[in-house]
C-alpha cells in the first residue's frame, strides 16, 4: 500500500472516530449507562414507571411544563410498545399509587429508583427533572407581555430523564434533551416534541 493510501486510510478512521465521539456526546444514540443492561437488567424488567418530572429550572411554570412533557413520554411510548420489552404502567395507575402512599408529585419525583419502584411496582422506573424552561422575546431578550400579545415569544425547554433498576438502585440509562419553539402559539407542539425526542432513545426495545 503507497504511503498516500495509507495517509487517507489513517485519516479516514481518525475521522470516523472523531465522528462516533460527537454523536456520543449530542445524544444521537442510546445512552446505556450499564454495559450489561440487554444481558441483565432488560432481561428481568417487565413493567416500566414513568414518574413524575421535578422542576429545577429557574421558572416556576417549569413544573407545570414538566407535566406535559410526562403526559407526552407516556403516549409516544404506548404508540410504539409493541417495539418494546416491557409494558409501560399507566401515568394515571403511577400517580394513584403515589397519593395512596400519601405522597406529593413534588416530593415523589426526588425519591430514589427503588423507593419509587418500590411504590409504584414497577421494575424500573424512568425518572427526571426540567432543569431549563425560558422565555424568549425577539433578539433573545427574556419576554414580556408586549412579546406574548405579537407572538414573538419562543422557549427553551431542556429535560434530563434516567431510568432506574428496582433490584439494585443502578441507574441504567440517561438522556437529555432541548427543544425551542413557539410557547404561546404551540406551547403542546413543542413539549411533545421533547417527549417524542426522549422516546425515541427508550432502550427496552425487541
Do not use: W
Amino acid at each position: 500500500m503507497s504511503t498516500q493510501a495509507t495517509r487517507e486510510r489513517t485519516c479516514s478512521t481518525t475521522v470516523l472516530a472523531i465522528a462516533a465521539a460527537v454523536s456520543v456526546a449530542f445524544g444521537c444514540g442510546p445512552e446505556l449507562a450499564v454495559s450489561n443492561f440487554r444481558s441483565h437488567y432488560q432481561a428481568r424488567t417487565k413493567v416500566v414507571a414513568i414518574a413524575p418530572l421535578a422542576n429545577d429550572s429557574a421558572n416556576p411554570e417549569g413544573a407545570a411544563a414538566g407535566q406535559v412533557v410526562r403526559d407526552a413520554i407516556f403516549h409516544e411510548l404506548i404508540m410504539h410498545r409493541s417495539k418494546y420489552t416491557v409494558t409501560i404502567q399507566n401515568i394515571a395507575e403511577t400517580d394513584r399509587r403515589i397519593h395512596d402512599s400519601g405522597m406529593s408529585d413534588s416530593s415523589a419525583s426526588r425519591l430514589g429508583g427503588i423507593e419509587l419502584c418500590s411504590m409504584t411496582g414497577a421494575d424500573a422506573v424512568m425518572k427526571g427533572s426540567v432543569t431549563r424552561y425560558v422565555k424568549l422575546g425577539a433578539g433573545n431578550t427574556f419576554a414580556d407581555y408586549s412579546d406574548a400579545l405579537f407572538g414573538l415569544v419562543t422557549s427553551e425547554v431542556r429535560v434530563e430523564v434516567t431510568i432506574l433498576d428496582r433490584t439494585d438502585g443502578m441507574v441504567v440509562f440517561r438522556h437529555h434533551i432541548e427543544k425551542s419553539g413557539d410557547l404561546i402559539h404551540e406551547r403542546e407542539v413543542l413539549l411533545n416534541k421533547v417527549g417524542s425526542a426522549l422516546a425515541e432513545k427508550f432502550p427496552y426495545r425487541k
